[in-house]
């Protein structure tokens, strides 16, 4: 028995280094380090006491993670519907992004067009459905996407 429990404080010890190690190298979602920890323990009914330990220690929040994915997301000229769906792959509640009504979106959409499309006529109306669709596939809506062609036009 006392075998039994040397090992079990040697596993959570483990476990707790291997988590630390994860999330020095970027933020990770509950959902995600669960996951991640899964796959190196024997025993799973450890791993939920350590996550509640590293969230009430403050090292562990999906509230950080959802804002590194829309800081990468909003740096990658990305839109809001790709946002909502790395955070939805992740578990997280699109809620937890807190500063997603400082992103500019439109802004993001006209820079992402203007990179993409910096020497092709967008008066074109097969141009401008190629932008569209590569708007649509960057996760920005339609209003977004329209009014982003929009403005590049206007320019």
Not at 11 to 16: C, F, M, S, T
Not at 82 to 111: G, I, M, T
Request: glycine share 4%; aromatic share 6%; hydrophobic share 40%.
């Amino acid at each position: 028995m006392r075998l039994r429990a040397i090992s079990l404080t040697d596993e959570l010890a483990r476990l707790k280094k291997r988590a630390l190690d994860l999330l020095s190298r970027r933020e990770h979602s509950t959902f995600e380090l669960y996951n991640k920890l899964k796959r190196h323990c024997d025993d799973e009914s450890l791993i939920n006491p350590l996550l509640t330990e590293l969230k009430s220690q403050g090292l562990l929040s999906d509230h950080r993670f959802a804002d590194s994915v829309r800081r990468k997301v909003s740096g990658k000229l990305q839109g809001p519907l790709r946002l909502k769906r790395d955070l939805s792959v992740a578990k997280v509640s699109a809620d937890f992004c807190s500063n997603d009504e400082h992103v500019d979106w439109l802004s993001l959409a006209v820079a992402a067009l203007e990179k993409k499309f910096k020497l092709h006529d967008l008066t074109d109306p097969k141009c401008q459905a190629k932008a569209l669709r590569f708007l649509a596939g960057r996760g920005f809506t339609q209003d977004i996407a329209y009014n982003a062609l929009k403005r590049l036009r206007q320019q």
